[in-house]
């Protein structure tokens, strides 16, 4: 079941969604394209007021300076902290917080099975 436009506007605010939607939450916070969904909700909404620097009196370059050294860094710790928003988006709607690795965890057992076959162990 997926969310309706009013329960999706309050989901990518940082709500929570009823219990009968903990399937798609997990499929959002954890399937394919997880991260690019998690960085185009966090950094396209940002530019609108980061544009407001362009109005300020002066060159070009000026104002789009002035908006890189906010996004940059945004960017910066948007991905760093990804895992983090990751597992207490998990938490906030009752689901287990270790969901946020579990394909990590799952390529890694993969790796040590290939090299425990290879190796003999």
């Known amino acids: ?3 309706s436009l009013p329960q999706r506007i309050r989901y990518i605010c940082g709500g929570t969604l009823p219990a009968s939607m903990s399937d798609w939450v997990l499929r959002d916070l954890t399937g394919p394209g ?3 969904r ?3 909700r966090l950094l396209i909404p940002i530019l609108a007021p980061l544009c407001l620097f362009l109005l300020i ?4 370059w000026m104002g789009l300076a002035m ?3 906010l996004y940059l860094p945004l960017i910066y710790f ?3 902290l990804m895992y ?4 207490h988006r998990l938490v906030a709607h009752g689901l287990d917080p270790a969901l946020a690795d579990a394909r990590e965890r799952e390529r890694a057992a993969a ?5 425990e076959r290879r190796h003999g162990r």
Request: proline letters at 11%; a positive charge.
């Open 1 to 3: 079941m997926k969310p």
């Open 34 to 36: 997880a991260a690019r």
């Open 38 to 40: 998690y960085l185009m």
């Open 57 to 60: 009196p002066g060159p070009l």
């Open 67 to 69: 908006m890189a050294l």
């Open 78 to 80: 948007a991905v760093a």
């Open 84 to 87: 983090v928003y990751r597992r």
């Open 111 to 115: 790796e040590r099975a290939a090299y």
